[in-house]
């Protein structure tokens, strides 16, 4: 079990680095959650009574997370509908020290009905123990089918027993750029030609990619996560969930051209400041030089929530016109149209009529228009309509993930701790010295 607690230790670290970065600045304005049409919260109060059976439950339902502050005042805007119908009173817990507060309750005998976390790991090494209800037998498996990709309920899959079931996405492998200086392709056909643009403007003297990869304890994540994804759609999703499960080496020539792949990015003459700059600068503040007068570089890779922190950061930039992103494009023309998600995922412990007319709730078309309306998150429900999210670059990724061939987690998210400090600090060191791959990689694979 202390792998598993390391595993969510890490994944939830990341989660609250993030959180922290995006709102940490004291010129960053707080984003007020907008409300939903009432129609829309009609209409969940009517899927919340479905959900329980078309009768009041009363009670109470205990529900373990990480949300704070702000999102968490959010998420209660899609759980009151709920609460409405139901009479259901939900007691959402939430803590930076996740993992210790679960593994507590846990030994406790005292467990939380429900859990929403990023941690998949941990929820998956809890299916293991039995310890989770299977919610195709909860929810059911048409409803599950209709409302969720297959890629989404595999991710929370554990021999053919659906464990969890996201409750909100975010979206990874997005290029961020200002159309007023951007001269570059926003559609290239792969990721070469993207590359090819990047190597004429380096050659012109500007360097092209902003990268930032200082993140406090979790320094190298962004560095990491980029070379999950592009091992992901390099190597193909069965080779990419062979490596996570440690079925492949990190030895391997396939992880190594994924690293070698992302070191295109940060070589000299590349990557705005040089190494230095790209190793000191926070990833919150690594697109400030797009903006510079004139622009010191024009391109940076980043998932959904990266537009907020620019544009909380940067409040006079107008979406779609002093800032845009368009996908990553394919790696490998074998495994087109694959994309990375990262997100919460909602697990049953304790099985009783409050708890599984809650997760049935959650499960709903309506209960995921709400989460899209929240402006902070994209449903992982695909009945949403697009046009609920009022949020300019929630609505185009939203538009992304639509027409995708796939959605994975990334590895990284469900390796245990000790894996994923090394990964991220094997982001850090191939930044500084790429000709030190083979050592590096023999480093991570030695560790695990």
Known sequence: ?????????GAVTAVLVLSACSSSDSNTAVRETPEAPQSDVEAAEAAALDAAGGETLDGQVTMLGVLGGAELDAFRTVLAPFETATGVEVQY???????????????????????????????A????????ADLREVVGDDVLDANFSTS?????????????????????GLIWYDPKTYEGPTDPASWEELQAWAGETAESGTTPWCVGLE??????????????????????????????????????????????????TVADGMVYGGTTNTLS????????????????????????FMGGIITDSLPRLEPGKD???????????????????????????????QSVALVKYLATREAGTLIASTGRWLSPNKNVDDNIYQDYFLRKAAQVIAEAEGTYSLGNSLMPQTTVDAFW???????????????ILQTIEETR
């Open 93 to 123: 817990e939430g803590t930076r020290d996740f993992a210790a507060v679960l593994q507590t309750r846990v030994d406790g005998g005292n467990p939380p009905d429900v859990v929403a976390t990023p941690a998949i790991g941990e929820m």
């Open 152 to 172: 989404l309920l595999e991710t929370g899959s554990l021999n053919d027993q659906v464990f969890g079931i996201f409750n909100s996405v975010n979206l990874g």
């Open 425 to 439: 600090k094997a982001g850090l060191d191939y930044t500084q010295n790429p000709e030190d791959v083979d050592a």
């Open 281 to 304: 600068t926070n990833f919150a503040k690594a697109a400030n030089p797009m903006f510079g007068e004139p622009a010191g570089c024009f391109i940076l890779q980043q998932a959904t």
């Open 1 to 9: 079990m202390q792998q598993l607690r390391s595993a969510v230790a």
């Open 323 to 353: 800032l845009d992103f368009f996908a990553v494009p394919d790696f490998n023309p074998e495994y087109p149209g694959i994309r990375s998600i990262s997100g919460e995922i909602v697990g049953m412990i304790n099985e009783t009529p």
């Open 125 to 132: 090494g809890l299916a293991e123990k039995g310890e989770l």
């Open 215 to 264: 993140s406090g304890a979790a320094s190298g994540w962004p560095a990491a996560d980029f070379i999950d994804e592009i091992l992901l759609r390099e190597a193909g999703p069965e080779f990419h969930k062979r490596w996570r499960e440690g079925e492949e080496p990190w030895t391997s020539p396939e992880v190594k051209h994924a690293f070698e792949t992302y070191g295109g």
